[in-house]
Nanobody
Framework: QVQLVESGGGLVQAGGSLRLSCAASGSIVRIDDMNWYRQAPGKQRDLVAGITRGGFTSYVDSIKGRFTISRDNAKNTLYLQMDSLKPEDTAVYYC??????????????WGQGTQVTVSS
């Protein structure tokens, strides 16, 4: 089994910062692409940022220059540094990863989500 566990969410005022973490555990051979998604109330889940195993990053336009995605391959951990937060960033943030396991190949996994609330 593979588990992705997010942490670091919370309540912050507009302009503040938060750092999300996502720790992967289980029978992992390798983790390929890792992503952060978010889902605001009443809206669909959208991709926010992604990072390849080699460190190539991509961001949705609305968070460029404010959020930074990174990873530690040795620790199987994904991060999202969120600065200059805005009320519209309020959402549940989900970690997503393509994980290679012995015998099962590469499969996609989701974390349980962590709530980020930005007050105005």
């Amino acid at each position: 089994q593979v588990q992705l566990v997010e942490s670091g969410g919370g309540l912050v005022q507009a302009g503040g910062s938060l750092r999300l973490s996502c720790a992967a555990s289980g029978s992992i051979v390798r983790i390929d692409d890792m992503n952060w998604y978010r889902q605001a109330p009443g809206k669909q889940r959208d991709l926010v940022a992604g990072i390849t195993r080699g460190g190539f990053t991509s961001y949705v336009d609305s968070i460029k220059g404010r959020f930074t995605i990174s990873r530690d391959n040795a620790k199987n951990t994904l991060y999202l540094q969120m600065d200059s937060l805005k009320p519209e960033d309020t959402a549940v943030y989900y970690c997503n990863a393509d994980v290679l396991r012995i015998f099962t190949g590469v499969r996609n996994y989701w974390g349980q989500g962590t709530q980020v609330t930005v007050s105005s």
